[in-house]
T-cell receptor, first 112, second 111 residues
């Protein structure tokens, strides 16, 4: 069974640009969550989607957005990038958001 | 507001030692608790998931316990090996489709 796949794995952007990250969950999993990991703040919850609906959102500015498609694949977008957005962005899939999380390898974003 | 704390932040032990990692949470109203390991630059690997109705879970050399009333969980690693070196994170699900993570314990097992 394939695991959670995140693309791209690494990317470098400059301030003011935007970025889109992609996540393909484990087959059969309908819940996808996104987390930001930084050395200073640790793992912070961004948002969770289930069957194309956002069920919960963390305390991040509106520049951070996401969506989920009918095949459960998810994307997150960050607009008007700031230096502080440099982080490892992790996607996790779950059967329904309750029975544990399974993470991908993450997308490492560097903002210059 | 749920807060999750992991102590110690870092731990260094000789190979073969049995060890215990601690996780504390402030609100006992949780649905489950999950332990992960993270290798440098990698994603999180799920180790054990304990539902709120359970007291412990075991997988190989790992055993995790949960005491909701005291807001504590421990991860016991038996006969530690250098390959166990990683950061170990615990996370609780307070019931709102998100998990709250601790800051992790960085473990180094010396050969």
């Amino acid at each position: 069974k394939a695991g959670v796949t995140q693309t791209p794995r690494y990317l470098i952007k400059t301030r003011g640009q935007q970025v889109t990250l992609s996540c393909s969950p484990i087959s059969g999993h309908r819940s996808v969550s996104w987390y930001q990991q930084t050395p200073g703040q640790g793992l912070q919850f961004l948002f969770e989607y289930f069957s194309e609906t956002q069920r919960n959102k963390g305390n991040f500015p509106g520049r951070f957005s996401g969506r989920q498609f009918s095949n459960s694949r998810s994307e997150m977008n960050v607009s008007t990038l700031e230096l502080g957005d440099s982080a490892l962005y992790l996607c996790a899939s779950s059967l329904d958001g309750a029975w544990g999380l399974f993470f991908g390898e993450g997308s490492r974003l560097t903002v210059l | 507001k749920q807060e999750v704390t992991q102590i110690p932040a870092a731990l260094s032990v000789p190979e073969g030692e049995n060890l215990v990692l601690n996780c504390s949470f402030t609100d006992s109203a949780i649905y489950n608790l999950q332990w992960f390991r993270q290798d440098p630059g990698k994603g999180l690997t799920s180790l054990l998931l304990i539902q709120s109705s359970q007291r412990e879970q075991t997988s190989g050399r790992l055993n995790a316990s949960l005491d909701k009333s005291s807001g504590r969980s421990t991860l016991y690693i038996a006969a530690s090996q250098p390959g166990d070196s990683a950061t170990y994170l615990c996370a609780v699900r307070p019931g709102t489709y998100k998990y709250i993570f601790g800051t992790g314990t960085r473990l180094k097992v010396l050969a």
